[in-house]
């Protein structure tokens, strides 16, 4: 149950809603069911701050593509060092279809000159990629972030790793994953393609 985050007070109407409905079993996915410190997401968000301010090039964070707490606080973070928030087209649709809940406090995608999407290179786009794209208007690729790459803070997976050969990280780049480490043997194979690609462009990785 997630209370650390910016909004534990939607957590705890779940849990007044679930009690309610008077449940004969619960099913709980969790990566740690262990007495651990957990960091507020303002820790995060300071940590990465401080990060940012030290790096000159460009900025990568790896997170879960649909954690809206860790989105937001890049975003504060983006706004605060003045630079650009660069997100996948997932992200933008999700923060798109979000802004109608009043509860949740997301940026606009459609206004926010402090947030981008960013566009990998295929060769077909889904229709709700192009509906996204289309709402958004500008929408960044790897060679608008290559060629201005202190001025991005850019969201990314395992999975866009590959842009990075079209982006050419200048020296003075960093990788942050702010991410649960890796507690399967799928999770530490991908770990360990992450690190051997930060040891090829020569970026420094840091988990936050």
């Known amino acids: 149950f997630r209370l650390h985050g910016t909004r534990p007070d939607l957590t705890e109407d779940f849990i007044v809603k679930a009690a309610a409905s008077k449940p004969a079993l619960m099913i709980c996915e969790g990566t740690n069911a262990m007495g651990i410190h957990l960091s507020s997401e303002k820790e995060v968000e300071d940590k990465i701050r401080?990060?940012?301010?030290?790096?000159?090039?460009?900025?990568?964070?790896?997170?879960?593509?649909?954690?809206?707490?860790?989105?937001?606080?890049l975003y504060q973070v983006a706004k605060a060092a003045k630079r650009k928030l660069a997100i996948s087209l997932k992200q933008a649709y999700l923060l798109d279809t979000l802004k109608g809940d009043p509860r949740i406090d997301v940026?606009?995608?459609?206004?926010?000159?402090?947030?981008?999407?960013?566009?990998?290179?295929?060769?077909?786009?889904?229709?709700?990629?192009q509906a996204i794209m289309a709402k958004m208007g500008?929408?960044?690729?790897?060679e608008t972030v290559g060629e201005n790459q202190s001025q991005y803070i850019m969201a990314a997976t395992f999975y866009d790793l590959n842009e990075l050969i079209n982006i050419q990280p200048v020296a003075d780049s960093i990788f942050i994953l702010a991410a649960a480490?890796?507690?399967?043997?799928?999770?530490?194979?991908?770990?360990?393609?992450?690190?051997?690609?930060?040891?090829?462009?020569?970026?420094?990785?840091?988990h936050v």
């Open 107 to 129: 940026p606009d995608v459609q206004s926010d000159k402090h947030l981008f999407a960013y566009r990998r290179r295929k060769k077909t786009y889904y229709k709700w990629e």
């Open 50 to 73: 401080r990060l940012v301010s030290m790096t000159g090039g460009l900025v990568i964070v790896s997170f879960a593509i649909n954690d809206i707490d860790r989105l937001r606080t």
């Open 181 to 206: 480490e890796p507690f399967n043997e799928e999770m530490e194979i991908d770990y360990e393609r992450l690190t051997a690609w930060m040891e090829h462009f020569g970026m420094p990785l840091y």
């Open 138 to 142: 500008e929408v960044l690729d790897a």
